[in-house]
């Protein structure tokens, strides 16, 4: 039974940080894409950021370049997120969602990683980022 635990949220001010932690059971995080998603109320869903640890291959959406950085320990199972500077427009349930091949070639081709190759799916966890 493979389950994705998110974690890490909170409520901080503009220009704090956050991690979040994605870990995972059921699944070695080396053999999948592992994509942190957000979704804010009245917007779609977007593709924050990717990594295929098989291959070193990570996507970061444009506006969270320079300011966001994702990381896999192999050994913990885990996935994390490490968000610096944080603005009011990044408030939103951040998901981390587990996929497989198809969802690696994304990564590796520097697509923003497709909802639709994603087949595992955490529960979220809100990041408010307060003005």
């Known amino acids: 039974d493979v389950q994705l635990q998110a974690s890490g949220g909170g409520l901080v001010q503009a220009g704090g940080s956050l991690r979040l932690s994605c870990a995972a059971s059921g699944l070695n995080v080396d053999d999948y894409a592992i994509a942190w998603f957000r979704q804010a109320p009245g917007k779609e869903r977007e593709g924050v950021s990717a990594?295929?640890?098989?291959?070193?291959?990570?996507y970061y959406l444009d506006s969270v370049k320079g300011r966001f950085t994702i990381s896999a320990d192999n050994a913990k199972n885990t996935v994390y997120l490490q968000m610096n500077s944080l603005k009011p427009e990044d408030t939103a349930v951040y998901l981390c969602?587990?996929?497989?091949?198809?969802?690696?070639?994304?990564?590796?081709?520097?697509?923003?990683?497709?909802?639709?190759?994603?087949?595992?799916w955490g529960q979220g966890t809100q990041v408010t980022v307060s003005s």
């Open positions: 990594i295929s640890s098989s291959d070193g291959s990570k």
């Open positions: 969602a587990a996929g497989p091949y198809s969802a690696i070639a994304a990564i590796v081709r520097g697509w923003p990683p497709p909802p639709h190759e994603y087949d595992y």
